[in-house]
């Protein structure tokens, strides 16, 4: 799933909205988008758009999603989910680190889109499975699964307006003297096909962080996303020249000089092997009942060995 964010420049001013989409997106064909438009997945300047002959202006601001065009091919397996939050519309999962979201290359069974039609066997009919965003196969932390069409429809409609918070702790490299904002666009890496950067023909991206804890080496932030992009806080991070502890991906240089950690801070830094990255918390309106849902998690077992030693060590 792909979500886009469009500006309406001033050359497509008072076309069809699917025209104006057609003309930015060119890797989406005209009837894919009539499709999204005719299932109330295009919304423009914050609203569900109803037709696709809606006329747009400049600086209209067009959302959408890419979905599936077929429902899930994968069999059922019975993997273990840690269900924090459950009801008849949705239910949220805190994904533990080493579990591939959804089946791919390499990894093609025993995900966690694999669980999800096992323990919700109608999310087979669904794009995804449900999945409503994902995490990278290291990351750990909170994700949201739609239980039927309506719940999908409406929650891909809340996080295309950016109405899900999404809140992680990322300790990244380095101390970082006070909290700011990342408005850097993303791309696929020129090269680097599995890697993502900053580039100005990227997609839009905007990753705000705060400073929750400082150590003599390393700080521990507060991070919250206006969008997702794949990789978008690891990209952000090493960005601004603060990457993510055990991102070999973005930094395979050292945690810190050898001489100025203890040798067990330094052992416990090496034994971690994957991005100190954790979707903590989220907070949204529920699709159906009138409520706010929030939840929180406890951070991982290894993420918190790490905290410690870099306590005992300051």
Not at 11 to 40: E, F, Y
Not at 115 to 122: A, D, H
């Amino acid at each position: 799933m792909e979500s886009y964010e469009i500006t309406v420049p001033e050359s497509l001013n008072r076309k069809r909205l699917d025209a104006a989409i057609a003309s930015l997106c060119p890797d989406i064909s005209r009837v894919k988008i009539q499709k999204l438009i005719a299932q109330s997945h295009v919304s423009l300047n914050e609203n569900v758009a109803t037709s696709k002959r809606t006329v747009v202006h400049t600086d209209d601001q067009i959302h959408f999603q890419t979905l599936n065009e077929t429902s899930v091919y994968a069999e059922p397996q019975a993997i273990p989910l840690d269900v924090r939050y459950e009801d008849e519309s949705l239910m949220i999962i805190n994904k533990p680190a080493g579990l591939v979201v959804h089946p791919g290359a390499g990894n093609p069974d025993r995900t966690l889109l694999n669980g999800i039609i096992s323990i919700c066997p109608n999310n087979i009919a669904l794009p995804q499975a449900g999945l409503i965003h994902r995490l990278d196969k290291d990351t750990t932390g909170l994700l949201i699964i739609a239980k039927n069409e309506e719940s999908y429809f409406k929650l891909n409609q809340a996080m295309a307006k950016r109405q899900i918070k999404r809140t992680y702790l990322a300790l990244v490299k380095g101390i970082v003297h006070k909290g700011g904002t990342v408005d850097a666009a993303v791309a696929r890496h020129s090269k680097i096909r599995q890697k993502y950067m900053v580039h100005p023909t990227g997609r839009s991206a905007v990753t705000h962080y705060q400073v929750a804890e400082r150590f003599p080496h390393h700080t521990l932030l507060n991070v919250t996303l206006e969008t997702g992009r794949t990789h978008q806080i690891r990209v952000h991070m090493h960005h601004i020249q603060h990457p993510v502890v055990g991102d070999v991906v973005y930094h395979r240089g050292k945690h810190i000089k050898q001489s100025t950690l203890s040798n067990e801070t330094m052992a416990t830094l090496y034994a971690f092997k994957r991005q100190a990255l954790h979707a903590i918390s989220l907070s949204f309106a529920h699709p159906e009942l009138k409520k706010t849902i929030e939840v929180t998690c406890e951070l991982p077992k290894d993420f918190e060995e790490v905290l410690t030693q870099l306590r005992t060590s300051a």
